[in-house]
């Protein structure tokens, strides 16, 4: 009885970052916030953490083991993925990061693998298909709203509303077609790839969440809901609909 009921949670590979920890002897780690792991074992799935430094051939070896992917939050995609003009206003770059995830987009993409992309990676997969970004929101993007709120508010704080598509996967998700959400980058998808489909806007424009057009669960949010689902129960729909489309396959 056991046994059937652990086989029947999908395995859910969720990519990780480097982080320097201590002050006087800073020891590299590769981590990940424990609410990604947390919200997919609530939802069903087993999580399993994709290490970086692997090779394509681990890569795709390793994602052919799993069931779906999240693409975690971090730190700014290189410019020079997206033929950035404004590369001062870019920070915080793992160029080794930019290439595990850049190739594990397109591989999940290509094989159709279940795929949920949280903030960095709703824009990564934007760029992985041929889109660009603002660099930062707040300079580049006309009529922007604040979106840092990184360093001001608890990481669940509602900072605005989201409008989404009434006819989108997202609003058959989340049962919704208006959200409040939290708002943790400075960056943001500006000219939209190939293949996706805008299906949630900030107040201001800007794009906050995107499916794949030609796939069965690929979806990109800008927002954080790993932060969300325990005050909004709602928010662990969009794991749901991840687990559920990777036990299907």
């Keep these: 009885m056991t046994t059937n009921h652990v086989e029947s949670r999908p395995f859910i590979g969720l990519t990780t970052y480097r982080k320097m920890v201590g002050q006087t002897n ?3 780690y590769m981590a990940l916030m424990p609410s990604y792991i947390e919200a997919v074992a609530a939802a069903g799935g087993i999580p399993v953490l994709i290490p970086l430094g692997l090779d394509e051939d681990a890569l ?3 994602l052919s083991q799993v069931d779906g992917l999240v693409m975690t939050g971090g730190g700014d995609i290189a410019g020079e ?3 950035s003009e404004h590369e001062e206003f870019i920070f915080d770059v793992d160029p080794d990061r930019d290439r595990v995830e ?3 987009a397109r591989e999940a993409m290509a094989t159709k693998k279940p795929l949920l992309a949280i903030c960095r990676g709703h824009q990564l997969l934007n760029v992985a298909l041929g889109g660009t970004l603002y660099e930062d929101v707040m300079e580049w993007m006309p009529g922007a709203i604040k979106h840092d709120f990184f360093n001001t508010f ?3 704080h509602k900072a605005h ?8 996967k997202l609003a058959a998700t989340l049962g919704r077609r208006e959200t409040h959400v939290n708002s943790l980058h400075h960056q943001g998808i500006r000219d939209l790839a ?3 489909v805008a299906v949630a806007h900030a107040p201001d424009g800007l794009i906050e969440s995107v499916e794949a057009t030609d796939h069965p669960y690929a979806l990109g949010v800008q927002w954080h809901p790993e932060n969300l689902y325990t005050d909004d129960p709602l928010m ?3 794991f749901r609909g991840l687990i559920d489309a990777a036990r299907d396959r």
């Design 26 to 28: 800073p020891t590299p």
């Design 60 to 62: 795709r070896a390793l």
């Design 81 to 83: 993925h997206y033929q």
């Design 102 to 104: 850049l190739f594990l």
């Design 154 to 156: 608890p990481r669940n």
């Design 161 to 168: 509303a989201v409008a989404i598509e009434p006819d989108s």
């Design 194 to 196: 190939p293949g996706l």
């Design 236 to 238: 662990l729909s969009l």
